[in-house]
């Protein structure tokens, strides 16, 4: 098995996003099948839907996304459904948050633009903020709400920096 690292632009995700039950979950173009039929059905409460788009709006990154390659040239997402789906539904006006949808943003707002992004500081950080057993558990515990395994210590620590 072979990884690489693809960066793909928000707007090549979400072009022709669908969400229907009967064509599936589709998008980049119809080329990717989003919930395939191992994965679950979309099951984010909406603050962690909200919290994908604050998280991309800040500037901070997002954990990787995992497509495979199918023999035909399409893909399937094998780690990251809950995540691309919350971007493509707010990015189609499918929700807001705080009265702000996607459409009304003003330039200098629409930081989604990578869904992927990665590099060895992200690595790095996890390590010490996105464990069940992390250092930042032992020392903030008392002070931070939320689950280190879905970013949260780490997107606390980003925010106070």
Excluded at 68 to 77: L, Q, R, T, W
Excluded at 88 to 108: M, P
Excluded at 146 to 158: D, F, H, K, M, N
């Amino acid at each position: 098995m072979k990884i690489e690292l693809h960066q793909i632009p928000i707007r090549e995700l979400v072009a022709g996003y669908i969400n229907s039950d009967e064509e599936g979950v589709k998008g980049y173009g119809g080329k990717l099948d989003i919930r395939p039929k191992y994965q679950r059905e979309f099951v984010y409460k909406d603050e962690q839907r909200n919290a994908v788009i604050d998280t991309v709006r800040n500037g901070f990154p997002l954990n990787v996304m995992y497509w495979v390659e199918n023999p035909d040239g399409s893909y399937e997402v094998l780690d990251g459904q809950q995540r691309t789906i919350s971007i493509c539904e707010f990015v189609n006006g499918r929700f807001s948050i705080g009265y702000k949808q996607f459409s009304t943003l003003a330039d200098d707002e629409q930081e989604l633009r990578n869904a992927v992004y990665t590099g060895a500081w992200l690595i790095d950080a996890k390590k010490y903020f996105s464990k069940t057993n992390c250092a930042a558990i032992g020392i903030a515990k008392n002070y931070v709400n939320g689950s280190p395994i879905r970013q949260e210590y780490l997107e606390t620590a980003l925010d106070w920096i």
